[in-house]
């Protein structure tokens, strides 16, 4: 082989191997943000921020109930539709006065004194 064909084959070498991983790199990309090839409800991106912005409406709700009406806090009502937002959100809250807890919405939890 010629010095000029090796010479064009190692530039066309340098030219072309960072365009390939820079499309590989775009390819992973986009498979972890938008959950693979297809699908246009958003991924990992769009989950997160609806996930976080529900529960942050929730604990912006709760902390209004708690400094204006804080005697709402014992309204079973109230701390039915609190529960219920949270599970759907897979969270759980805990209230608690000084150093007694009024109210945990885990049914599982066992509260233990020292």
Do not use: C
Not at 24 to 34: E, K, P, S
Not at 87 to 108: C, M, P, T, V, Y
Request: glycine residues 4%; positive net charge; aromatic residues 10%.
């Amino acid at each position: 082989m010629s010095i000029k064909k090796r010479l064009f084959l190692s530039n066309a070498a340098m030219i072309l191997a960072p365009i390939i991983v820079i499309i590989f790199i775009g390819f992973l990309l986009h498979i972890v943000f938008f959950n693979g090839f297809g699908n246009s409800k958003g991924g990992f991106k769009e989950n997160w921020n609806t996930k976080d912005s529900a529960l942050t409406r929730v604990y912006d709700a709760l902390q209004k109930t708690a400094s204006l009406d804080p005697d709402r806090l014992y309204e079973e009502k109230y701390l039915k539709s609190l529960t219920d937002q949270l599970h759907k959100q897979k969270a759980e809250i805990i209230i608690r006065k000084d150093d007694k807890i009024l109210f945990h919405s885990n049914r599982q939890m066992t509260i233990t004194k020292k």
